[in-house]
């Protein structure tokens, strides 16, 4: 199958895609950096630079859109691709709200489009593994979910669209603290009770840099999360807590450090458990196997996972730690 790939947002992210891509499949790059587009274009044979997303939904040469820009830009991108029918891979969080996901998920079903949000942490060896153990019953019933994601920030961080609400749709609880979110709810399900506060404790700027997160399902479980942009040491820990075993996700690759799995199962007699180390030194190919998973998903007519559904269920979390922190601010408590 030979789909045919316009890149919105041709920075970082979109030279990783081009890269993890056939020769020749992206025929349009797009940003409003007119620039960075052509310098995609000029990697890839035939493709066309623009600065209008516009023109490159509407190309009769795309079939899929794939976008990487600031956050505010996301939804209705996708929305304009979605509607003329191009199937979506559209970065983390998709958008600023859930209805601007809903109004996706409207026009999506009445033209057949697919729509994969770019969760790729789901994809690190490391979740792939835990999945795989979570799903086989190794662990038993899960009890609680402990995470944290964090990193530094650097000179001039406040000053980047990340720190303007208009354009990031708030801060760190948006950026880092949706992956927390998403994978938390692989193992708990849906989040029916929602707790917690965002706030900024050292950057200067209008948009939270820690958040703080009690999450629980409707049979109480919890899922406890911290996401930090004062860090200041690249961190990245995930542990699931079962009745049988616990599982301990630790590290990114990179200047997250080795990423890396401990299984600790759990013995009749307990006392120190079982313990199973999974190293991951090769690096990270999550974006690779999800952009398979998707190429995939376009094949066999499947509804992607994650997509528009998982992409709301993290972004409500965040609006109504958000919108709780709002009214806390307005009645001066």
């Known amino acids: 199958m030979n789909l045919r790939v316009a890149l919105i947002g041709c920075g970082l992210i979109g030279q990783k895609r081009l890269n993890l891509l056939p020769p020749g499949s992206v025929t349009v790059a797009c940003d409003t950096q007119i620039e960075r587009a052509k310098k995609i274009a000029v990697q890839s044979p035939g493709c066309i ?37 191009k199937h979506v891979l559209v970065e983390k969080p998709a958008g600023i709200s859930v209805t601007e996901l809903e109004a996706i998920e409207a026009a999506a079903k009445k033209t057949g489009a697919l729509v994969r949000v770019g969760y790729n942490h789901r994809y690190h060896p490391a ?34 669209w990340r720190a303007d609400p208009k354009l990031s749709g708030g801060g760190e609880l948006i950026d880092q603290g949706v992956h927390l979110i998403d994978l938390a709810g692989i193992f708990l ?17 209008p948009v939270d840099d820690n958040a703080f997160l009690s999450l629980r399902n409707a049979a109480g479980n919890t899922a406890w999360l911290h996401v930090s942009c004062s860090e200041w040491k690249n961190l990245f820990s995930l542990e699931i807590y079962g009745r049988d075993a616990k599982l301990h996700w630790e590290g990114l690759g990179g200047s997250y450090g080795i990423e890396r799995l401990t299984y600790y199962k759990m013995l009749p007699q307990m006392g120190p458990p079982e313990t199973t180390i999974y190293e991951f030194p090769r690096g990270d190919e999550s974006w690779k196997i999800e952009m398979a998973e998707f190429f995939e998903d376009i094949r066999l007519k499947r509804c992607p996972v994650p997509g528009l559904r998982e992409a709301k269920a993290a972004l409500s979390v965040v609006e109504q730690v958000y919108q709780s922190g709002k009214r806390k601010a307005e009645s001066g408590n």
Request: net charge neutral.
């Open 49 to 85: 630079a623009t600065d209008s997303f516009e023109q490159a939904v509407i190309s009769p040469n795309v079939d899929v859109v794939m976008i990487a820009t600031i956050n505010s830009a996301l939804a209705p991108i996708a929305l304009a691709a979605v509607k003329h029918g």
């Open 127 to 160: 979740g792939l593994k835990a999945m795989e153990l979570f799903r086989s019953g190794a662990l038993g019933p899960i009890m609680f979910v402990r995470g944290r994601y964090g990193q530094g920030g650097r000179i001039g961080y406040e000053k980047e």
């Open 189 to 205: 399900g849906e989040f029916t009770t929602v707790e917690g506060h965002a706030t900024t404790y050292f950057w200067k700027m």
